[in-house]
């Protein structure tokens, strides 16, 4: 399957685009917040695309960017949400803002995002909070706490497999502390490093 289609822009219009690529033109779903960072109409374009194909349906959906995509990949573990309804919700909010509101549990201003009633609202914090860690291909920035961990790339692994973010950098930065002591693990290489303090993440949070 395609991951990304590049081509001149013909149409921008609410939640969708038009893109020729060499004779064909693709109609693709997007975010607002994609269609308002992406090249004016005349002009050459990317977007990084998934394929929804039912028996009832075919849509293409794109992003400015492949963390983008996964952002909406996220959602879509809501249940109750959608693709439509994640297009929506990410076309409302940024990135970095959905993020910060469900990281701090803040119901209210999840309620108040087009497309997040009161029980998705607290279905999305139940399911994502403390598991959507960005980064820069993801959404343009960085969270502080993850900026400053010359183990960004740790951290990220231990969410991905589903561990709380918050308890990844807390569990990373106790045994960066405990570790730098010892003087054969500062004679590691970064990528040797990285791998034993992933193994010792996975023992201690799995206590």
């Known amino acids: 399957m395609f991951n ?11 939640q969708k685009i038009c893109l020729d690529t060499h004779g064909i033109e693709w109609e693709i779903l997007c975010p607002d917040t994609s269609i308002q960072s992406l090249p004016p109409v005349g002009e050459t374009g990317r977007v990084y695309t998934w394929l929804q194909h039912t028996d009832a ?6 992003f400015v960017s492949a963390g983008e995509r996964s952002l909406f990949f996220d959602l879509l573990k809501v ?3 959608g693709p439509k309804g994640a ?6 909010v940024s990135s970095v803002q959905l993020v910060k509101i ?19 609202a607290a279905k999305m914090l139940l399911q ?12 343009g920035a960085v969270p502080a706490a993850a900026a400053k961990s010359p183990y960004a790339d740790v951290i990220g692994a231990l969410v991905d497999m589903g561990h709380d973010k918050h308890s990844a950098e807390q ?18 290489s970064q990528s040797q490093r990285e791998d034993q303090l992933f193994r010792k993440a996975l023992v201690e949070m799995a206590r």
């Open 102 to 120: 469900l990281d701090e549990g803040n119901l209210d201003a999840l309620q108040k995002v087009p497309g997040v009633g009161k029980k998705t």
């Open 4 to 14: 990304s289609l590049t081509g001149i822009i013909t149409e921008k219009s609410v």
């Open 87 to 92: 297009l929506k919700i990410m076309g409302s």
């Open 171 to 188: 569990t990373i930065a106790r045994l960066v502390e405990e570790l730098s002591k010892d003087e054969a693990f500062s004679a590691l």
């Open 57 to 62: 349906l075919m849509n293409l959906y794109g």
């Open 79 to 81: 249940d109750g949400i």
């Open 128 to 139: 994502l909070k403390g598991k959507l860690t960005l980064s820069e291909d993801r959404g």
